[in-house]
DNA sequence: CTCACATTTGATCAATTGTTCATATGAATA
DNA sequence: TATTCATATGAACAATTGATCAAATGTGAG
């Protein structure tokens, strides 16, 4: 149990006092690439929106269109509209036109496997 | 084809134009408690910051205490403690003590398999 | 073409977030 | 006990977010 203590320099200043460098190199190294990291980051903060998760769970179920999603989770349809432009752009949904009315639906089985797999993790404690 | 337009009065006023009351009506009866919605946004609301998401996956290899996680990810070692307080307060992480020092571990399975699963998606287009 | 409707877009604003700094706690050692 | 180190906590602040409103698209019907 002998704790080694390493002091690495940063930039210029060193004031980082690192205990286990060898921890340190070894999480770089297995660590995702940060633009990977980045893009899961941003996945997954578009899922840790109430609203946002409403509508994906809802859109599991059954296509729907923009209103009837406003009128369901109580906002404005711009609001919707604004909340599913987000999610097209991480291809978590997908539309489909019919007329003037647009139709969404999950663009991706991952979403409820995902939604299920959290939902396990809440319900364990 | 049809489609059967229905106004929906809400509070005082109506400004709801709703196209499906039966699937708004669906939606609301298969949607997930309010209370379970909220928290499983706060969970992958929790995992949808970058700096949230390199700490659960390099503790995801192997415990850390809180000044490597600091040198490792570029912050300061408050700033990750922070970022720990609210993970242990999901319990996503848990820690343990020796000593003067903290190590913190993951404390459930599941970040893992969300993480990976979320990889799945974005790797698939 | 004109009108009505479904949706989108852009501006705006309050609320939340993530970081840092300064300071406090708590454990081990001299 | 005094000191040092590891971590936690609280205040402060810039940056981001999610909502609304107002106005612009774009579609289909008359």
Redesign the pocket.
């Given at each position: 149990m002998k704790?080694e203590?390493t002091v690495i320099l940063q930039g210029e200043q060193c004031?980082c006092?690192c205990?286990h460098r060898d921890r340190v190199d070894a999480a770089h190294e297995h660590a995702l690439a940060s633009r990977e990291n980045e893009k899961l980051a941003?996945l997954f903060?578009?899922m840790?929106?109430?609203?946002?998760l409403r509508i994906l769970w809802a859109l599991n179920r059954e296509e729907m269109?923009?209103?009837?999603?406003?009128q369901f989770?109580?906002?404005?349809?711009?609001?919707?509209?604004?909340?599913?432009?987000?999610l097209?752009g991480l291809h978590l949904v997908a539309?489909r036109?019919?007329?003037?009315?647009?139709?969404?639906r999950l663009d991706d089985d991952h979403v409820r496997d995902l939604i299920e797999l959290a939902l396990e993790h809440l319900r364990e404690e």
């Open positions: 704790k203590r004031r006092r205990i941003t903060k578009a840790g929106d109430p609203n946002r269109c923009v209103c009837d999603l406003a989770i109580g906002v404005t349809e711009s609001a919707v509209s604004h909340q599913l432009r987000q097209r539309n036109r019919e007329g003037p009315v647009l139709y969404y």
